[in-house]
């Protein structure tokens, strides 16, 4: 097994104060690995989505130890955490968050400009990496005017295109119905084969891709399954 | 990218950043007119004193402005001759006095007694000459105020003091603050009229020999000439404005003007680019999530300021051109010069980023984890 490229070590994350005060995160521990799509189940109020946050720097737990690429995170400033997510982290969410002031093709180079690479390579780029999953033909077109699949499609592009180590993504497929649903799945589990990546979902038709399956409950994981090594 | 997101959040909301723009240019049209205003009023009080052919000005202790002569005992023309490095000393007469139009009315003018070159000769002579200030009866009077003084044009006649004067040439755009008008004729047919001695002036225009230094002069003829005060022509220039401007409190009144105008051109433009991030409030947590430094977020805010700057301004610029044309030949000429109209576009940015901050603000407080709730 090759080193983490995120791991959570005992994440404790307490939420709201007084008589509202939860307990989000009790404890956990959890590394993802470079070459497996990690799938996070568990069920409303587990405490899955709120592990991703922590886990993509940017949430900041009660305690614990995060290390992303190596590298302690609880020391750094909110600065240093964004560039940790520019350089490592490639996020995917659940309403996909495209600007939809932007054509497809910008919201992809916006990730490319945020790094600093701008100009005409960075605009083949963006083009080539929405032609790596179909929809170059849509590359002018805004948000708005795209279905929810090509959307979510443009998101993970958006993710993948500054070439992090870590693709999380956020309930994926509650929004597609099961062809585009199918298609992301798909997509994500290609991008695993060169990188980690991490779903939170609590959709089953997702299953079929995990090459591991944790389960979370009431803040804590409760088991942990390699459904294609049974 | 940055100019586009910010381009697009700005034309996204049409209506909002229509308002905007109407906010901005209001208020840089207001800001114009207070100043254009302000500084066509500096030229009107200061027109008659830049125009006189000297480098200093010998006048009556406690002169306070172009108009608020008092005479000279008359000796002092001579005194200052004699004093070194003086090369010339002109006799200049000013006074109000009752101009009665050909119908019967009256009206106060303030004569101004000048020789035909050099003094105070008149400028911007659109009709006849200078040299017709030696005509008989002639005056030189400024096509402005040729219905306040009952007369169509040259060759019409009037009486002032009971005299009759004739209008030999006209000038243009030589108007004053006071709204009296000017009326230019020689020394002598002046002191003929406000009843003046053969020496006696209201003003003596004094020209310093070549090499010799102003300062020096200025020491000298005061020391010889102790009842009279001798500035030099710059000083009298800021006097007499400073008296009109902010003595009377017509210049606060501009200023204020224009402050007023700054302040609501930067509570609209705040508003409206405090209303349009909390509208794309997700977008910039989105951005912070993907990495982008506080930074690269700001330069998106202060860019939608800067666009909306730089159309508001233009838009206002164009008014304003238009201001400016529409009032050039009226009393009350609105004057843009250029180093105002870049300091009206400084103005605009500053407004415009200062504006910026309370978005700023508002980003700056971003949780990037909202993008996983909503």
Redesign the interface.
Known sequence: MTEPVIHGEGVVMTLGEGEARVNALKGVDLAVHTGELTLLMGPSGSGK?TL??IL?C??TPSSGVITVAGQKTHHLS??AL??????Q???V???Y?L????TAQ?NV???L???GE?GASARKRARDSLAAVGIEHKAAVLPGRLSGGEQQRVAIE?ALV?NPSIILA?EPTAALDSENGHAVMEVLAGVAKERAVMAVTHDPRTLPFADRIVRIEDGKIIGEERPRSE | MIFTLALRNLFHDGIRFVGTLVGIGFAIILVTVQLGLYLGFSRQITGMVDHADADLWVVRKGTTSFEQAATLDGGERQLALAVDGVASVTSLGVSFLEWKKPNGEATTVVIVGTPRTGGLAPWNIVEGTAADLATPDGVIVDQTYLEELGVKGVGDTAQIEGKTVRVAALTKGIRAFTTTPYIFMTTDRARALVGFGNTEATYLLVRVAPGENVEAVKKRLAARLPDTEVVAQDHFSNRSRDYWLFSTGAGFALIAGAILGLIVGTVIVAQTLYASTKDHIDEFATLRAIGATSRYIHKVILCQALISAAVGFSIAALVGVGVVYLTADSVLPIVLTTPLLFALLGLTVAMCVISAMAAIAKVTRIDPAVVFAR
């Open positions: 989505t991703l946050s993509g940017v949430l909110s600065e964004a560039a940790m997510r520019r350089a982290i490639g996020f969410f659940q309403s968050h600007f939809p002031t932007l910008e180079e916006l990730v400009d945020v790094r701008r958006r500054g956020d």
